[in-house]
T-cell receptor, first 111, second 115 residues
Framework: KNEVEQSPQNLTAQEGEFITINCSYSVGISALHWLQQHPGGGIVSLFMLSSGKKKHGRLIATINIQEKHSSLHITASHPRDSAVYICAVRSRGVGGNKLVFGAGTILRVKS | ETGVTQSPTHLIKTRGQQVTLRCSSQSGHNTVSWYQQALGQGPQFIFQYYREEENGRGNFPPRFSGLQFPNYSSELNVNALELDDSALYLC??????????????FGEGSRLTVL
Protein backbone atom coordinates (compact mmCIF):
# COMPACT_ATOMS: atom_id res chain seq x y z
CA LYS A 1 0.00 0.00 0.00
CA ASN A 2 1.32 3.42 -0.98
CA GLU A 3 1.81 6.00 1.74
CA VAL A 4 -0.31 8.48 -0.25
CA GLU A 5 -3.41 7.35 -2.10
CA GLN A 6 -5.46 9.56 -4.39
CA SER A 7 -8.90 9.00 -5.84
CA PRO A 8 -10.18 8.96 -8.42
CA GLN A 9 -7.31 8.21 -10.80
CA ASN A 10 -9.22 9.66 -13.73
CA LEU A 11 -12.11 12.10 -13.72
CA THR A 12 -14.13 13.54 -16.58
CA ALA A 13 -16.56 16.35 -15.81
CA GLN A 14 -18.82 18.72 -17.68
CA GLU A 15 -18.05 22.40 -17.54
CA GLY A 16 -19.66 23.95 -14.47
CA GLU A 17 -19.65 20.81 -12.34
CA PHE A 18 -18.37 20.69 -8.78
CA ILE A 19 -15.31 18.44 -8.55
CA THR A 20 -13.76 16.68 -5.58
CA ILE A 21 -10.40 14.91 -5.52
CA ASN A 22 -9.45 12.94 -2.44
CA CYS A 23 -6.12 12.16 -0.81
CA SER A 24 -5.48 9.76 2.07
CA TYR A 25 -2.13 9.20 3.71
CA SER A 26 -0.77 6.77 6.25
CA VAL A 27 2.23 8.61 7.73
CA GLY A 28 2.61 11.45 10.18
CA ILE A 29 2.97 14.69 8.30
CA SER A 30 4.00 18.27 8.88
CA ALA A 31 2.24 19.59 5.76
CA LEU A 32 0.26 18.50 2.73
CA HIS A 33 0.61 20.03 -0.73
CA TRP A 34 -1.84 20.11 -3.60
CA LEU A 35 -0.09 20.55 -6.95
CA GLN A 36 -1.29 21.04 -10.51
CA GLN A 37 0.61 19.73 -13.51
CA HIS A 38 -0.24 20.61 -17.11
CA PRO A 39 0.92 18.63 -20.16
CA GLY A 40 4.56 19.47 -20.82
CA GLY A 41 5.53 19.06 -17.20
CA GLY A 42 5.38 22.37 -15.32
CA ILE A 43 4.09 21.97 -11.75
CA VAL A 44 2.29 24.72 -9.89
CA SER A 45 1.72 24.64 -6.15
CA LEU A 46 -1.95 25.27 -5.39
CA PHE A 47 -2.05 24.89 -1.62
CA MET A 48 0.06 23.98 1.36
CA LEU A 49 -2.00 22.86 4.36
CA SER A 50 -1.23 21.75 7.85
CA SER A 51 -4.77 22.14 9.24
CA GLY A 52 -8.23 23.33 8.40
CA LYS A 53 -9.22 24.79 5.08
CA LYS A 54 -7.87 27.17 2.44
CA LYS A 55 -9.62 28.86 -0.47
CA HIS A 56 -8.16 30.46 -3.56
CA GLY A 57 -10.60 31.57 -6.22
CA ARG A 58 -12.64 28.53 -7.30
CA LEU A 59 -10.34 26.11 -5.48
CA ILE A 60 -10.86 24.92 -1.92
CA ALA A 61 -8.61 22.53 -0.01
CA THR A 62 -9.42 20.90 3.30
CA ILE A 63 -7.49 18.61 5.58
CA ASN A 64 -8.52 16.42 8.51
CA ILE A 65 -5.37 15.54 10.44
CA GLN A 66 -7.09 12.99 12.70
CA GLU A 67 -8.52 11.08 9.74
CA LYS A 68 -5.37 11.60 7.61
CA HIS A 69 -7.42 12.81 4.70
CA SER A 70 -7.50 15.84 2.45
CA SER A 71 -9.79 16.97 -0.34
CA LEU A 72 -9.38 19.39 -3.20
CA HIS A 73 -12.59 20.93 -4.52
CA ILE A 74 -13.08 22.85 -7.74
CA THR A 75 -16.27 24.86 -8.03
CA ALA A 76 -17.75 25.85 -11.40
CA SER A 77 -15.19 23.77 -13.28
CA HIS A 78 -13.84 25.01 -16.59
CA PRO A 79 -11.93 23.29 -19.43
CA ARG A 80 -8.79 25.20 -18.42
CA ASP A 81 -8.87 23.26 -15.13
CA SER A 82 -7.97 20.13 -17.12
CA ALA A 83 -4.66 18.93 -15.69
CA VAL A 84 -3.15 16.36 -13.37
CA TYR A 85 -3.72 17.13 -9.70
CA ILE A 86 -1.18 15.71 -7.30
CA CYS A 87 -1.29 15.38 -3.53
CA ALA A 88 2.07 15.29 -1.72
CA VAL A 89 2.80 15.00 1.99
CA ARG A 90 5.84 16.26 3.83
CA SER A 91 7.01 13.95 6.57
CA ARG A 92 10.08 13.29 8.62
CA GLY A 93 11.57 9.82 8.45
CA VAL A 94 14.86 7.99 8.72
CA GLY A 95 16.30 9.94 5.81
CA GLY A 96 15.26 13.28 7.20
CA ASN A 97 12.64 15.50 5.65
CA LYS A 98 10.95 13.92 2.66
CA LEU A 99 8.06 14.52 0.33
CA VAL A 100 5.86 11.60 -0.74
CA PHE A 101 3.60 12.00 -3.76
CA GLY A 102 0.34 10.44 -4.74
CA ALA A 103 0.01 9.04 -8.25
CA GLY A 104 -2.10 11.99 -9.37
CA THR A 105 -5.66 12.46 -10.62
CA ILE A 106 -6.11 13.17 -14.32
CA LEU A 107 -8.95 15.66 -14.67
CA ARG A 108 -10.62 16.46 -17.96
CA VAL A 109 -13.32 19.11 -18.06
CA LYS A 110 -15.44 19.09 -21.22
CA SER A 111 -17.22 22.16 -22.57
CA GLU B 1 6.31 32.33 -13.32
CA THR B 2 7.90 30.96 -10.13
CA GLY B 3 11.40 32.43 -10.37
CA VAL B 4 12.91 28.93 -10.31
CA THR B 5 14.95 28.18 -13.42
CA GLN B 6 16.39 24.87 -14.54
CA SER B 7 18.97 24.03 -17.17
CA PRO B 8 19.24 22.43 -19.58
CA THR B 9 15.61 21.98 -20.57
CA HIS B 10 16.29 18.91 -22.67
CA LEU B 11 19.30 16.64 -23.08
CA ILE B 12 20.22 13.26 -24.48
CA LYS B 13 22.90 11.03 -23.00
CA THR B 14 24.03 7.44 -23.50
CA ARG B 15 24.24 4.66 -20.92
CA GLY B 16 27.21 4.95 -18.61
CA GLN B 17 27.65 8.68 -19.06
CA GLN B 18 27.31 11.29 -16.33
CA VAL B 19 24.95 14.26 -16.27
CA THR B 20 24.70 17.48 -14.26
CA LEU B 21 21.43 19.37 -14.00
CA ARG B 22 21.20 22.86 -12.55
CA CYS B 23 18.58 24.78 -10.62
CA SER B 24 18.46 28.41 -9.58
CA SER B 25 16.10 28.92 -6.68
CA GLN B 26 13.71 31.76 -6.10
CA SER B 27 15.33 34.76 -4.48
CA GLY B 28 15.46 34.38 -0.70
CA HIS B 29 14.75 30.64 -0.71
CA ASN B 30 17.32 28.55 1.18
CA THR B 31 15.92 25.09 0.43
CA VAL B 32 16.00 23.17 -2.83
CA SER B 33 14.51 19.76 -3.47
CA TRP B 34 14.84 17.50 -6.51
CA TYR B 35 12.33 15.07 -8.02
CA GLN B 36 12.32 12.45 -10.76
CA GLN B 37 9.16 11.98 -12.79
CA ALA B 38 9.05 9.08 -15.21
CA LEU B 39 6.59 9.27 -18.07
CA GLY B 40 3.01 8.75 -16.90
CA GLN B 41 3.95 8.58 -13.23
CA GLY B 42 3.96 10.91 -10.26
CA PRO B 43 7.14 12.64 -9.09
CA GLN B 44 9.52 10.76 -6.80
CA PHE B 45 11.49 12.66 -4.19
CA ILE B 46 15.26 12.38 -4.70
CA PHE B 47 16.69 14.64 -2.00
CA GLN B 48 16.49 18.04 -0.37
CA TYR B 49 19.20 20.57 0.49
CA TYR B 50 18.87 23.16 3.21
CA ARG B 51 21.63 25.74 3.70
CA GLU B 52 24.11 23.66 1.66
CA GLU B 53 23.49 20.41 3.59
CA GLU B 54 21.44 17.41 2.48
CA ASN B 55 18.60 17.09 5.00
CA GLY B 56 16.34 14.51 3.39
CA ARG B 57 16.71 11.73 0.84
CA GLY B 58 14.36 9.36 -0.97
CA ASN B 59 15.07 5.84 -2.22
CA PHE B 60 17.67 6.67 -4.82
CA PRO B 61 21.13 5.06 -5.12
CA PRO B 62 24.34 6.95 -4.30
CA ARG B 63 25.04 7.62 -7.98
CA PHE B 64 22.42 10.35 -7.56
CA SER B 65 24.21 13.15 -5.74
CA GLY B 66 23.75 16.83 -5.28
CA LEU B 67 25.21 20.11 -4.20
CA GLN B 68 23.83 23.37 -2.94
CA PHE B 69 25.92 26.51 -3.28
CA PRO B 70 26.14 29.54 -0.97
CA ASN B 71 23.73 31.42 -3.24
CA TYR B 72 21.32 28.46 -2.70
CA SER B 73 21.40 27.34 -6.33
CA SER B 74 21.78 23.60 -6.71
CA GLU B 75 23.04 20.81 -8.91
CA LEU B 76 21.87 17.24 -9.38
CA ASN B 77 24.53 14.84 -10.61
CA VAL B 78 23.79 11.36 -11.91
CA ASN B 79 26.68 8.99 -12.61
CA ALA B 80 26.70 5.78 -14.65
CA LEU B 81 23.43 6.61 -16.39
CA GLU B 82 20.95 3.80 -16.97
CA LEU B 83 18.06 3.64 -19.43
CA ASP B 84 15.58 3.90 -16.53
CA ASP B 85 17.04 7.28 -15.59
CA SER B 86 15.16 8.75 -18.56
CA ALA B 87 12.68 11.11 -16.93
CA LEU B 88 11.70 14.69 -16.24
CA TYR B 89 13.82 16.07 -13.38
CA LEU B 90 12.15 18.81 -11.40
CA CYS B 91 13.55 21.07 -8.76
CA UNK B 92 11.59 23.15 -6.30
CA UNK B 93 12.68 25.87 -3.93
CA UNK B 94 11.14 26.87 -0.65
CA UNK B 95 11.78 29.28 2.19
CA UNK B 96 12.48 26.48 4.64
CA UNK B 97 12.71 22.70 4.80
CA UNK B 98 9.82 21.92 7.06
CA UNK B 99 6.07 21.96 7.01
CA UNK B 100 5.24 25.49 8.00
CA UNK B 101 7.64 27.36 5.77
CA UNK B 102 7.95 24.93 2.91
CA UNK B 103 5.59 26.18 0.20
CA UNK B 104 7.11 24.85 -3.02
CA UNK B 105 7.93 26.73 -6.19
CA PHE B 106 8.80 24.44 -9.10
CA GLY B 107 10.96 24.93 -12.13
CA GLU B 108 9.87 23.76 -15.57
CA GLY B 109 12.10 20.70 -15.40
CA SER B 110 14.95 19.13 -17.33
CA ARG B 111 13.94 16.26 -19.61
CA LEU B 112 16.68 13.64 -19.75
CA THR B 113 16.71 10.88 -22.34
CA VAL B 114 19.21 8.05 -21.91
CA LEU B 115 19.88 5.96 -25.02
Amino acid sequence: KNEVEQSPQNLTAQEGEFITINCSYSVGISALHWLQQHPGGGIVSLFMLSSGKKKHGRLIATINIQEKHSSLHITASHPRDSAVYICAVRSRGVGGNKLVFGAGTILRVKS
Amino acid sequence: ETGVTQSPTHLIKTRGQQVTLRCSSQSGHNTVSWYQQALGQGPQFIFQYYREEENGRGNFPPRFSGLQFPNYSSELNVNALELDDSALYLCASSLGPGGHTGELFFGEGSRLTVL
